[in-house]
Structure formats: structure tokens, C-alpha cells
Nanobody, 116 residues
Framework: QVQLVESGGGLVQPGGSLRLSCAASRNIFNLYTMGWYRQAPGKQRELVATITSGSSGTNYADSVKGRFTISRDNAKNTVYLQMNSLKPEDTAVYYC?????????WGQGTQVTVSS
């Protein structure tokens, strides 16, 4: 069974940084465009950033452009999200999945809380 496991979340002050990781249990996801998503309380899940299989292309939601950077290491079956200049509105549970997402592979996510 293929799994995606997110980690790296936590509590951080506004302006701080976090690096999220998403580890895949199998290298099948190396062939896919991958994405980071987030869901804040009472809101729908939204796409934050995507990266193509060979890392040649990245895209970001306007709300995180210039602050977040998505990357991947296919040798480690891992996708990363470097988050800088965090704001309280970035508070959410962050998930990774392919893009378009595959319903079977939503993991538990990792909580990011930005608060002073």
C-alpha cells in the first residue's frame, strides 16, 4: 500500500520559518507532479504549490508566492515545502498528494500554527 507521510509542522511565531517533508512509501510518486495542499479550520482544502516530476516546473498560490518554495528529491521519494515569513493566515493542516490529487492517498497531514 502506497502511503504519503507529512512531517515538520509545529508552532511558530509570525515571520518564522518551517520546512515540511512528505515521504512516499514507494517511488511511484516520482513520476507524478506533486502538490502541497492546506486546510484551515472551517475552510476548504486549497492547493498551495506544485512541482513537476523532474522539478522543471513549479507553481504557487498567490497567497504564498515569494514566501514558500517547493522542492523534491526523487532519490529519497520526498517532497519538501520551505515556508518563510509565515503569517497567522498560514495556519492550517498541510497535506501532500499528487496534482491532480488522488483521493486514496490523502495522509494525516501536519499541523502548522503561526501565532505569537
Amino acid at each position: 500500500q502506497v502511503q504519503l507521510v507529512e512531517s515538520g509542522g509545529g508552532l511558530v511565531q509570525p515571520g518564522g520559518s518551517l520546512r515540511l517533508s512528505c515521504a512516499a512509501s514507494r517511488n511511484i510518486f516520482n513520476l507524478y507532479t506533486m502538490g502541497w495542499y492546506r486546510q484551515a479550520p472551517g475552510k476548504q482544502r486549497e492547493l498551495v504549490a506544485t512541482i513537476t516530476s523532474g522539478s522543471s516546473g513549479t507553481n504557487y498560490a498567490d497567497s504564498v508566492k515569494g514566501r514558500f518554495t517547493i522542492s523534491r528529491d526523487n532519490a529519497k521519494n520526498t517532497v519538501y515545502l520551505q515556508m518563510n515569513s509565515l503569517k497567522p493566515e498560514d495556519t492550517a493542516v498541510y497535506y501532500c498528494n499528487s496534482h491532480p490529487s488522488l483521493p486514496l492517498y490523502w495522509g494525516q497531514g501536519t499541523q502548522v500554527t503561526v501565532s505569537s
